[in-house]
């Protein structure tokens, strides 16, 4: 157990943890060590980053040690009613010893804890053990392929090694540090895109538990990032790199076998479109289909391009396919204008009197076709161009596609880019509402000048406007959105997200799901560094 572990639980709302370290501030490329041994108590826990600030943002800078918990100040009321654990996965690692990531999406993961209870909470993080973070802290230098970094070859021999390790995808990374998600028999599982990297943790320890083994034979070295889970089912992409193309496979809750249910022919080329993310409606699974597409030359290459491991061929086309859950037909395949995404929000079934679905609409953070968001998630160019308009354009992106045979889709802009600042990504919705008709997203957005999207936007997707919230100098991440238990309207509850502050302090802010405005903040007592994605665990699935 971490020294001082819940210790002060129950203390009342202003009860500050104990085992605060000055070494649990964040550091941009610190000398040594990264990883100090668990929490420790200090003296100057008001030193860079602490709970007083008198420090600068720590969003982009390595966290300086592996684990702490313990209690969270609390301005603000809590709702009684948010009874569980919120959980956060992200890149949060980036520098050992004097080696630093180059992208956000390279660091190791590192995991957040805020569990609430009768008002009050706890907060913990950890890093997740993957065999790529334990190799790269014994080695003090990264020894596989992460989404930016290629380790470079000595000579001939380490050239062949790569290769191999490529085709056998034994020197791919497995640092799950996207998603994290409570599977349907109480699992929680952390990932990111590629298959090794799916691994199982506890959510109140947060300690790494196994790899999770998929004991079916389908393969498959990469993976969507955000499989689609439900209490009965896991729903994913499996790209085929090989024969351009993608797997949809569905995984019973409690199982370990994935069963594909069909698969998606890719109509351009050479590669298949990069899939981040994919939605569903009630009856089908959507996979897209853009431009921006898998090279394997560029996933070879030591050196990274500024599209990474992809490519961007617009002249092979944009494409939205939808398969029938139950069949695993194709029922649609259209073309569509170009688009870059990373995240979807949402889609669903539009009907006519006669309630037949007639078309889709699926709903993205769209980055106006533009690739360029993805160089400037370079952690260089976030540490040094803050305060900078230098953040590309971002919409909602709304994907209509019409099931009538149709050769082609449309793709609009949802609301007017402006009402969100003209950032749009890292979104969350109402969980009953996901692959149903809906009215509200939660997401990041801007206020500009920026370099990163630095508010937090609610969009009213029928008013189209959105409400906004800021605090000068701060990065927030994925608001998630957590429905108040019995609600009948979508947007009762609250929206977490976890806020990297100007001043170097970091806290848990909860807004109102209706007004968006500031409910409580938890504070930790030092910064953390950005973070992706995150899921809620309710008291009722985790309680011990
Ligand atoms: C953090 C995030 O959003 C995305 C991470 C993507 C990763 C780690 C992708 C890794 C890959 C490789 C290491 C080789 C194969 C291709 C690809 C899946 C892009
Ligand atoms: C953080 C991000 C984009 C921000 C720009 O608007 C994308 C993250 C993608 C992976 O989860
Ligand atoms: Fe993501």
Redesign the pocket.
């Known amino acids: 157990a971490v020294p001082g572990r819940l210790a002060n639980q129950g203390q009342g709302k202003r009860a500050v943890a104990q085992p605060l370290a000055a070494s649990a501030v964040t550091e941009a490329a610190p000398p040594a060590p990264v990883v100090a041994p668990p929490a420790r108590p200090v003296d100057t826990p008001r030193r860079r980053g602490g709970r007083g600030g008198g420090g600068e943002l720590v969003a982009w800078k390595s966290i300086r040690q592996e684990r702490w918990e313990g209690a969270l100040e609390v301005d603000g009321e809590l709702p009684l009613w948010l009874d569980g654990t919120y959980l956060r996965n992200?890149p949060g690692l980036w520098n050992l010893g004097d080696y630093g990531f180059r992208h956000?999406?390279d660091g190791y993961a590192t995991l957040v804890r805020i569990s609430f209870r009768r008002g009050r909470a706890t907060g913990a993080h950890r890093q997740i053990e993957s065999e790529a973070y334990k190799a790269a802290r014994a080695r003090g230098r990264p020894l596989l392929r992460e989404f930016s970094h290629c380790p470079a070859p000595a000579n001939l021999l380490d050239r062949l090694g790569n290769l191999v390790g490529l085709v056998t995808g034994a020197a791919l990374t497995d640092n799950p540090n996207?998603?994290v998600l409570p599977l349907g028999d109480g699992r929680v599982m952390c990932l990111t895109e590629t298959t090794k990297s799916s691994v199982l943790i506890d959510p109140d320890t947060l300690e790494t538990l196994e790899r999770f083994r998929y004991t079916d034979r389908l393969g498959g070295m990469v993976q969507s990032?955000?499989p689609i889970v439900t209490e009965s089912e896991f729903l994913t992409l499996l790209p085929d790199l090989a024969r351009p193309g993608h797997l949809v496979v569905r995984m019973e809750a409690g199982s370990n076998e994935r069963k594909a249910i069909g698969r998606v022919d890719c109509r351009g080329g050479p590669a298949p479109g990069w899939v981040?993310?994919f939605p569903i409606t009630e009856h089908y699974v959507v996979v897209p289909e853009m431009p921006l597409r898998y090279c394997a030359k560029n996933l070879l290459r030591a050196e990274p391009t500024p599209l990474y491991k992809f490519e961007w061929h617009l002249e092979s086309g944009s494409y939205m396919h939808v398969m029938c859950k139950a069949s695993g037909k194709i029922v649609a395949s259209v073309e569509v204008p170009p688009f870059v995404t990373?995240?979807f929000i949402n889609a669903y079934e539009e009907t006519d009197e006669e309630g037949r679905v007639t078309a889709i609409i699926a709903d993205c953070?769209e980055?106006n076709a533009n690739t360029a968001?993805l160089d400037?998630?370079r952690l260089h160019n976030l540490r040094s161009s803050a305060g900078q308009d230098v953040?590309?354009d971002?919409r909602v992106g709304r994907l209509r596609i019409p099931l009538d045979g149709s050769p082609f889709g449309e793709l609009e802009t949802a609301l007017d880019p402006e009402e969100h600042g003209r950032?749009?990504?890292?979104c969350s919705i109402n969980p009953a509402h996901v692959g149903r008709e809906y009215r509200y997203a939660y997401a990041?957005g801007?206020r500009r000048p920026c370099n990163?999207?630095n508010t937090l936007t609610k969009v009213d997707l029928v008013e189209k406007t959105a409400k906004n919230w800021h605090e000068e100098g701060s990065v927030p991440s994925e608001p998630f959105f957590v429905p108040r238990p019995g609600a009948v309207e979508e947007d009762d509850g609250v929206a977490i997200s976890m806020v990297s502050a100007k001043d170097g302090s970091g806290y848990a802010l909860v807004l109102d799901g209706k007004t968006f405005e500031e409910v409580a903040r938890a504070k930790f007592p030092y910064g953390l560094p950005?973070g992706?994605?995150c899921c809620w665990v309710p008291r009722n699935r985790n309680s011990k």
Do not use: R, T
Not at 423 to 426: A, K, P, S, V
């Open positions: 992200g956000l999406f996207s998603a990032a955000h981040h993310s990373f995240h953070c980055h968001i400037k998630l953040l590309p971002a950032g749009m990504d890292m990041c801007a990163f999207p950005y992706l994605h």
